[in-house]
């Protein structure tokens, strides 16, 4: 099994920046394909960005596209999800995912374990 915990989250004035943590525990996490997602109140969980751990190339939502980078840090067994320019529409929680197959439709599908989640709102 794979364990996920997020952290980062906050409060930020529009146009601002943070950076997400993912930590993953339990296996080896070259294998792994990673996402992130972010749900808002009242809306749907949706898909924000993948790539695999040990890299190649990554995709995003159009939504986010060029404001939002997804990093990893293998010593430290973490993924981050950096966020430019935030608005207040990137207000929701944020959720780490990851599976041990590939992922479908591009890193959006497929995936396994999820994290608990990190609140991120963006004032305007």
């Known amino acids: 099994q794979v364990q996920l915990v997020e952290s980062g989250g906050g409060l930020v004035q529009a146009g601002g920046s943070l950076r997400l943590s993912c930590a993953a525990s339990?296996?080896?996490?070259?294998?792994?394909?990673m996402g992130w997602f972010r749900q808002a109140p009242g809306k749907e969980r949706e898909f924000v960005g993948g790539?695999?751990?040990?890299?190649?190339?990554?995709y995003y939502a159009d939504s986010v596209k060029g404001r939002f980078t997804i990093s990893r840090d293998n010593a430290k067994n973490t993924v981050y999800l950096q966020i430019n320019s935030l608005k207040p529409e990137d207000t929701a929680v944020y959720y780490c995912?990851?599976?041990?197959?590939?992922?479908?439709?591009?890193?959006?599908?497929?995936?396994?374990?999820w994290g608990q989640g990190t609140q991120v709102t963006v004032s305007s």
């Open positions: 995912a990851a599976t041990i197959r590939p992922a479908g439709s591009y890193f959006r599908t497929g995936y396994d374990y």
């Open positions: 790539t695999r751990w040990s890299g190649g190339s990554a």
């Open positions: 339990g296996r080896t996490f070259s294998s792994l394909s």
